[in-house]
Each structure stands twice: as C-alpha cells, then as structure tokens.
C-alpha cells in the first residue's frame, strides 16, 4: 500500500471490511481488471489476468509472508509488491496498481 501522494483517476474498490485478511478479491474498473489482496492491514492491487494464460489470479491463494499470489490453473506465483512472475510457467509481470485507504474505503489509482 502506497503513502505518497494519488496521481491518477483515484477509484473505491471497496470497504477495509469487505475483504478478509489473508484473500483476494477481484474488480472491473473499464478495462482494468484488478485483484485486490489483503494481508493483515495492508493491501496490495494486481492485475487479476495471469500472465502466462488468461486466468482470474483472485482465485488463486495468497501468501502472505511471501507477498505473493498464486494463479490456481498453473501454479505460478506473482509478487504483490512488483508484479513479477516468481515461477514458471509465467514469465511476464503483470500490471500493479497503488491502492490507498481512504477512511473506511479502500481505493485504486488508474493511470
């Protein structure tokens, strides 16, 4: 989760509480198709397609200490913090997005 200052269109996703620690959540913005992922009080926003296959990654399991996410069809993870892939078969990032809390809200800046 980012503290610097939102350039961007700056969209809700949703409330803090909507989302449970230690998952994943996904949301279409337009054309940008977001998974967003909560671990502990810090949230992290993903591209939701993975990389190698077009496949929903908030389906896929969060690992929290790893700060990464699994896509459930192949097994690749990709890091929450940068996007890369961490294992194969993926080997393409996938976009990140900044995600901010904003009160009881959770939101995404668009660029």
């Known amino acids: ?20 620690p230690g998952t994943a959540r996904r949301f279409a913005l337009g054309s ?6 909560r671990i502990d009080d810090d949230f992290y926003a993903i591209g939701d397609m993975c990389s190698h296959a077009d496949f929903s990654l908030a389906d896929g399991e969060v690992y929290c200490k790893e700060k990464e996410i699994e896509c ?8 929450l913090v940068d996007g890369k892939p961490q294992s194969l078969p993926a080997t393409r990032t996938v976009p990140i997005y900044d995600v901010h809390r904003e009160g009881d809200d959770v939101v995404v800046v668009i660029r």
Do not use: D, Y
């Not at 200052?5 to 969209?11: M, T």
């Not at 940008?32 to 992922?37: A, K, P, Q, S, T």
């Not at 459930?72 to 890091?79: A, C, M, P």
């Open 1 to 20: 989760m980012t503290s610097a200052p939102l350039q961007g269109r700056v969209e809700r996703l949703c409330a803090v509480g909507e989302i449970e």
């Open 32 to 37: 940008h198709r977001i998974c967003l992922v």
């Open 72 to 79: 459930w069809k192949h097994g690749s993870t990709f890091s």
